[in-house]
């Protein structure tokens, strides 16, 4: 689970006594979602400002997406546009991110390191946010993500939608 308040990442075990362990600790990001790889080796975690994966074999990170290089932030990818992220799921080979401030939801493909927006809500589309691929669907204030059974449901202020594949979001 991510730790917001205390700019950490921690595991809780599932026993007649719980006992949590601080995976990750740093004063510069606050932690806010975390998604696992099927293989269970990787956990993907977003923080306000990029995108970390941290590997559960070796308990080492680093990260895959950034805003910036301040504090020796060696990223594979930088986007100096990251406003807030919020959560992220994982598909296959792609991490699926919110970005609440931007009004955005987009891709990063672990393939190729490669960054397309999928869904722009109108304050986006006004700030200029048309990278990689055409908006499948439009969104505002995107809170939390889930995927289930291949459907992605995206929590916004008073709505749920859902992205089913490449068709158009429907609000439910």
């Known amino acids: 689970m991510t ?9 809780v075990t599932k026993s007649h006594i719980p006992h ?3 995976l990750i600790k740093n004063d510069h990001k606050k932690y806010m979602g975390v998604t696992q790889d099927p293989e ?5 975690i977003t923080y306000t400002e990029g995108l ?6 070796t308990n080492t990170s ?3 997406v950034s805003k910036s290089t301040r504090y020796n932030n060696n990223a594979l990818m930088y986007d100096g546009a990251v406003k807030h992220f919020i959560g992220s799921i994982l598909l296959t080979n792609l991490v699926i991110i919110a970005d609440d401030q931007r009004h955005l939801l987009f891709t990063v493909d672990l393939t190729t390191n490669t960054i397309s ?3 722009t809500g109108v304050a986006g589309q006004l700030a200029g946010h048309r990278s990689g691929n055409a908006s499948l669907c439009q969104l505002n204030w995107p809170r939390t993500l889930v995927e289930l059974n291949g459907d992605i449901y995206i929590g916004e202020q008073g709505q749920i939608i859902m992205l089913r594949g490449k068709t158009l979001c429907s609000s439910l």
């Open 3 to 11: 730790d917001f308040d205390n700019h950490a990442l921690r595991m």
């Open 20 to 22: 949590v362990t601080t």
């Open 40 to 44: 269970g080796r990787y956990l993907y």
């Open 52 to 57: 970390e994966r941290y590997d559960l074999r």
């Open 62 to 64: 680093i990260d895959i």
């Open 117 to 119: 927006t999928i869904c």
